[in-house]
């Protein structure tokens, strides 16, 4: 009997786009503070768009449940980007002159369409654990670049406040909470079997996505 796999087999699979992504120019630009502002502020008015996305892919996952159990497992992530973390997006964005109105009337760039309507099309084709695959990058991802940044010191950092949130500890505690949740839905997932390449095959492109969405951002100049 072979090994279940677990989220870290998911992230072992596609270890180069794993480390380009957590480790991409733009994070290391964010880290020491030489981001062009008019490459933050692209990525800023990207994501509110992509936040919108994750909120439907959400509300896909209580589509996909087949329990009760499982609803009330990804129904928190419907309420708390809808009525709360897209709110604090906005709220963040004034500080850098954007305001909702502006966000409203934004033309969605190539690599928000293609990473958030690849992550809907997986959870509409597959089950739950596909859906899963294909979002948890975003959370473990983030949460990654959260701890290497807070161990980075820069004195007048104008993305100082950006790295807080994401090394803070509610962030990290929700990432933790979303890659157990994926380690339960692929708990009976042998790592040799064909389905363990078909969830890691979604996880690799999500992070793939990932990638392009910070490029996105850095072609912005
Ligand atoms: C392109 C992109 N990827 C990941 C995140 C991080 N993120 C997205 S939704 C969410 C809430 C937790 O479920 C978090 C932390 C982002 N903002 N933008």
């Known amino acids: 009997m072979t090994r279940k796999a677990t989220y870290q087999d998911l992230i072992e699979y596609c270890k180069t786009d794993w480390q380009q992504y957590i480790e991409h120019d733009f994070v290391k630009k964010l880290a020491d503070g030489s981001l062009s502002m008019a490459c933050f502020k692209h990525y800023l008015q990207q994501d509110y768009l992509f936040l ?13 449940s087949p329990t009760l159990d499982l609803m009330r497992k990804s129904l928190p992530g419907v309420t708390s980007l809808v009525l709360e973390e897209i709110s604090l997006h906005i709220d963040y964005c004034k500080d850098w002159g954007l305001n909702e109105a502006d966000l409203e009337a934004l033309d969605e760039d190539v690599a928000t369409v293609a990473y958030t309507r690849y992550v809907l099309d997986k959870g509409m084709q597959g089950e739950l654990a596909d859906l899963y695959a294909a979002l948890v990058p975003c959370a473990i991802g983030y949460a990654h670049i959260g701890q290497n940044l807070s161990k980075i010191q820069t004195i007048n950092n104008p993305y100082q406040s950006w790295i807080d949130i994401y090394a803070g500890e509610d962030y990290q505690k929700v990432a933790q909470q979303q890659a157990d949740f994926l380690d339960q839905l692929i708990s009976e997932v042998s790592i040799d079997s064909q389905r363990f390449n078909q969830l890691a095959d979604a996880f690799k492109t999500a992070t793939r996505m990932e990638i392009a969405f910070w490029q996105q951002g850095l072609n912005q100049q």
Request: charge should be positive.
């Open 52 to 64: 919108k996305h994750y909120a439907r892919a959400y509300a896909l996952a209580v589509y996909k």
